[in-house]
């Protein structure tokens, strides 16, 4: 079955007709050409799919994509704007909380969520935060360090 | 002395190609773009171990709308391997393992492949099947490669084809019957490690498209473009020059993206069809069934000790599973060899390795984890012998661990290296203390336990590392290099040195993904020890460019050579004080004419001593680790509460990557150690997703982690670095190991250490401590 569908995705709305059994994150990929949220498993375990639908980080794998009609949405992509790097982008370069990057704008979309919640958010919370994302380069550490810097940086 | 803001060794450096990967733009396995034009590639895999097979409606789903081309083992009968061709790209007939490739199909759309696989039937008749080491070496075991005689590499291997030995590596060394008949303390003990999976998140896939009439481009996601180019050309009956393959970025490899494993499949069905891109892209489930596993070990290691607290012998025999291959594991079999008496100047010792073959899918190594697991049952066993002698497992360690100077092997003698400075440290980090054992509140008991490593490098005999510059108007500095960067930071590395090297800011240097169409590298190109390789052959190629601008200068000033020097991107005279932008030199050169070129090459080419088991050993990487657990006595539940784990990388050029890099290690250490296996019901793998088979999250982390880094200069590394991303884990899960052991008492020679292992182990000791009453 299709549906018509309409979206805002990184502040654009976009129209889509889709059938019942895409999920959002094919629809991204391969619809929008947005390839930042990554295929990691497809059964939610792994967070590379993660994305914010309407400021609650979800696994995209797991949402159908008729689910997503009048929703907002945001992808790694739209963390920096007009060119500018979002601090926690920043703080993640400067702080080695990337290595082979397949986690990384999963990571990131989680962090993002967590932050709009909590502003200075303490280790325990971001590790708590981010237990839904693996990364197998087993960056953990300064993933947390990067955010727990961003954060102070905001203020 | 001029002091250079482009001072960039030994300093903070990102990684370059962060920011990419932070904004989502970085092209990973399933990124390319190619437009509509792009067909879906989908395997049918053997669900089945050993088993006789047909397959049914093959003709009928080649002829399904949508079906561009369709390949059986009977269309394409071929065999591949990188030394020993033990493979088939499909299989024929026979199934030799559950995961086994039998048929690939491209099509226009992914659901239009799968329903094309969904409609061959496959037929099996069980055949006897030996899933694991014992069964594979007992008498009248069926034969995994009955033929192996008549493989192609036959003769590079050390094998017994029908009692399943695939091949052996052995060193010898003293006479170590004798000195186990007259040594004070002598014990022997069994230790074993599971089979695991490499589970990079980025699954296997990639892109192919036929050029011409018989050209192939491949854009993958591999470490080891070279060595992928030889086999899959060789198992196609190309000429691997028609064969270009681009690496993309790499979403995680830890070993599994160096050997050919589905991406031959991917080759093969791309030059079914008409100049077309395919593209291929496994799900995690796939990745899990039918990629690569790690061997599964079982060590047999028998020490003895004198009364003066030497150890003065070891026995060790080291058997693999490595599945129904050995090719991805030949080269770990000689590093196992040379580690595999532990680090220790151990007189007499006796090591023996031996790749078993089973029926389970083609084992590969794991970054590191082979020499972690032989340092899993060595390290543990120093602790038992120090226990049985009643001297402190540190100073047992002291005593009689390696030293700059010791000559182990005929040809190597070793180098001044850190591993002391290594245990110590760590040891300090986390207080360890030799008479320190267990502290218990209720039911939870902790303990701290240490262990050490060593880690081979070796130089593969006929690699050469190979590294281009060019500096022109419009690129201002290209590189190419035959390594590629999977996150440990390569590209990095690279930058900086350049950086360093001509006094360029680094915003110049872009270096060039790698691509065999660049160079024509021989396949055993090195995708190991980067550092090292490339290193060696940049700081080649920065002298020849700098000796190029600087020449080109001097006669365009009219000034003596020696006169000159570059300065944070500017040519300058020390005798004249003239100045001028390499950029502006560059783009404009002396106004006349077209603007110069500057191109320089450099290539390592290793020096390999001689054709034996330690002529290629260039140095050995050393590693400390110390760790405190908790355990609860009633559950056997372990919490890792501390870990810290030191390295030796001679100097540190990229001191927070190293760290990374540490921290990573630290995370699989504890990862492997705690909560990975791989498990299997007739020879099919059960753990096919991340929730039969976890990896450590954040949840799993230790509460403090120590990262150490210990500089010991290797005199010939560039600026007396060593590689370490290959030896980072090394100890960790001995030192996990014998901290429970002070915790509990119990001591746990089977990995992963489970709650269920600590509960029984603790439920035996229990028995006997009543028997005992």
């Known amino acids: 079955m299709k549906h018509d569908i309409t979206f805002t995705i990184n502040g654009e709305s976009v129209h889509l007709t889709v059938l019942s059994h895409q999920t959002l994150l094919e629809v991204i990929r391969n619809d929008l050409g947005l390839t930042g949220p990554k295929y990691g498993c497809s059964t939610g375990e792994c967070g590379a799919c993660s994305v914010l639908l309407d400021g609650e980080v979800v696994n995209s794998c797991l949402v159908l994509a008729p689910e997503a009609d009048g929703a907002e949405i945001m992808t790694v992509e739209g963390l920096s704007e007009d060119d500018e790097l979002h601090p926690l982008q920043k703080s993640f370069i400067d702080h080695h909380g990337v290595q082979c990057g397949y986690c990384a704008p999963g990571m990131l979309i989680s962090a993002k969520a967590l932050l709009s919640r909590t502003s200075r958010p303490h280790e325990e919370e971001i590790r708590e935060a981010l237990v839904g994302n693996l990364c197998r380069c087993g960056a953990y550490a300064d993933i947390i360090k990067s955010i727990q810097v961003a954060s102070r940086a905001r203020r | 002395m001029v002091m250079r803001k482009t001072h960039v060794i030994g300093k903070p450096f990102p990684l370059v190609e962060a920011q990419k990967k932070l904004t989502g733009v970085s092209c990973y396995a399933g990124d390319e773009r190619f437009g509509p034009e792009l067909l879906h590639a989908r395997i049918l895999f053997s669900e089945r171990g050993h088993a006789r097979f047909r397959l049914r409606g093959v003709e009928a789903a080649r002829k399904q709308e949508g079906v561009a081309a369709l390949l059986t083992g009977r269309d ?35 659901e239009a492949a799968m329903q094309a696989l969904a409609m061959i039937q496959i037929e099996y008749e069980r055949l006897p099947g030996v899933y694991d080491i014992e069964s594979a070496l007992a008498p009248n075991a069926p034969p995994v490669h009955p033929h192996m005689a008549s493989y192609r590499g036959f003769d590079q291997v050390q094998a017994e084809p029908e009692r399943n030995l695939a091949h052996q590596v052995a060193f010898q060394r003293g006479d170590v019957e004798k000195a186990l008949a007259s040594a004070a303390f002598v014990l022997d003990h069994t230790y074993t490690a599971a089979p695991l999976q490499h589970a990079p998140m980025e699954t296997h896939g990639g892109v192919a498209q036929r050029q011409g009439k018989g050209g192939l481009i491949m854009w993958m996601h591999t470490q080891a473009p070279f060595l992928q180019r030889e086999v899959i050309a060789r198992a196609l009956h190309m000429d691997p020059k028609d064969l270009r393959i681009i690496t993309q970025c790499v979403g995680g490899s830890f070993g599994s993206k160096v050997f050919v494993s589905v991406e ?51 026995r060790a025999i080291y058997d693999w599973n490595v599945g129904a291959s050995v090719d991805a594991f030949l080269m770990e079999m000689q590093r196992i060899a040379l580690a595999g008496a532990g680090p220790y100047a151990i007189p007499n010792a006796d090591i023996q390795v031996n790749a078993i073959y089973t029926h389970l899918l083609p084992a590969a190594p794991m970054r590191g984890l082979s020499i972690a697991q032989v340092h899993w049952a060595v390290e543990q066993h120093v602790d038992e012998l120090a226990e049985m002698a009643g001297v402190s497992p540190l100073a047992l360690r002291q005593r009689n661990l390696v030293k700059g100077g010791d000559q182990l092997f005929p040809n190597f003698v070793m180098h001044a290296n850190g591993l002391e400075s290594c245990v110590l440290e760590t040891a300090r980090a986390i207080d360890w203390q030799p008479d320190h054992q267990r502290e218990a509140s209720g039911a939870v008991a902790s303990g701290k336990g240490l262990a050490m490593g060593w880690s081979p490098i070796l130089v593969s005999p006929h ?82 460019l700098k000796r190029q601008i600087l020449s080109y200068v001097s006669e365009m000033w009219e000034e003596p050579m020696t006169n000159l020097d570059i300065v944070e991107g500017e040519v300058i005279s020390y005798a004249t004080k003239r100045r001028l932008s390499v950029l ?63 390295a030796d990388v001679g100097h540190a050029i990229n001191p927070e990557g190293v760290k990374a890099q540490l921290k990573g290690g630290i995370i699989q250490g504890v990862s492997q150690t705690l909560l990975e296996e791989m498990r299997f019901k007739d020879g099919a793998p059960v753990t096919i997703d991340f929730m039969s088979y976890p990896i450590a999250t954040t949840a799993d982390m230790p509460q403090q982690i120590h990262p150490i880094v210990v500089e010991i200069p290797q005199s010939t590394g560039p600026y007396g670095a060593r590689d370490l991303s290959n030896h980072v884990l090394v100890g960790a899960s001995a030192a996990i190991g014998n901290a429970v052991y002070r915790a509990t008492g119990v001591r746990i020679r089977e990995l992963p250490i489970t709650p269920q292992r600590i509960y029984d182990a603790l439920q035996t000791q229990a028995k006997t401590v009543e028997g005992n009453c």
């Open chain 2, 76 to 110: 394409l009968h071929t065999r591949l391997g990188a030394v020993i061709e033990d493979r088939e790209l499909l299989a024929v007939d026979e199934v030799k393992y559950a995961g086994q490739p039998l048929a690939v199909v491209a099509a226009e759309s992914t």
């Open chain 2, 264 to 314: 031959g499949l991917l080759a093969a069905i791309a030059r079914e069809v008409d100049n077309r891109p395919v593209r291929l892209h496994l799900t995690r489930e796939e990745e899990f069934r039918a990629v690569f596993m790690t061997p599964a070990m079982r060590a047999r290691v028998t020490m003895g000790l004198d009364d003066q607290g030497h150890i003065v012998a070891i």
């Open chain 2, 463 to 544: 690699c050469k590392s190979r590294a281009t510059i060019q500096c022109d108007g419009e690129n201002l500095c290209t590189v190419i290099v035959d390594g590629v960067d999977v996150g440990q930071g390569y590209y990095a590395f690279i930058t900086q040195l350049i950086s360093f090297e001509l006094n360029f800011p680094i915003e110049w240097i872009t270096v060039q993904p790698t691509d065999t169409g660049n160079y024509d590298s021989d396949w055993r190109a090195i995708y190991n020890n980067l550092l090292w390789s490339t290193g060696r052959a940049l700081l080649q190629a920065t002298a020849e």
């Open chain 2, 584 to 646: 502006t030199l560059l783009q404009e050169g002396t106004g006349e004419g077209a603007p110069p070129v500057f191109r320089a090459a450099g290539v390592y080419e290793p020096e390999v001593k001689a054709e034996s088991l330690d002529g290629a050993l260039q140095s050995f990487a050393t590693t400390g680790y110390a760790a405190e657990v908790a355990v609860n006595l009633e559950t056997g539940d372990l919490t890792v509460l501390q870990l810290a784990g030191a």
